[in-house]
């Protein structure tokens, strides 16, 4: 099966690392070698990244080669981006763990307590299920 994802001038991109950029959207805007690119974004600097620090999403936007800061940015509220990738799925996941790891120790006890009252229900219905069905 061939790759769904494929690098190109305009595909948005996730920085996995290093962990002070972990989290944070680009945008694709020149390739520079068989193993990096030129990435930018409204409010970072434009800088080369590798490949392998970065992860391809399926979004995204329509700029030319090298796009200057105010078409990019035009072309990205344009193309809504951060609100869909917002809404992904992987979005999703990001944002649940930076809740998670913004946790105070009530709120994990909160967690924990709501767990095992959902848990208590569940087995209460599961086991009258079971006992009616013999």
Request: aromatic fraction near 8%.
């Amino acid at each position: 099966m061939p790759f769904a994802r494929q690098v190109s001038i305009g595909r948005v991109a996730l920085i996995q690392f290093p962990e002070a950029e972990a989290g944070k959207l680009v945008v694709i805007t020149d390739v520079v070698s068989p193993s990096a690119a030129l990435v930018d974004f409204p409010g970072q600097t434009r800088r080369v990244v590798s490949f392998k620090r970065m992860a391809l999403t399926d979004f995204t936007v329509e700029i030319p080669r090298l796009a200057k800061k105010a078409v990019l940015k035009k072309a990205i509220e344009e193309a809504d981006v951060e609100a869909k990738f917002a809404k992904s799925g992987w979005g999703q996941k990001l944002a649940k763990r930076a809740a998670k790891a913004a946790m105070t120790d009530f709120d994990r006890y909160q967690a924990a307590a709501q767990k095992m009252k959902r848990s208590s229900q569940v087995r209460r219905a599961f086991n009258a299920l079971k006992k009616s069905a013999k």
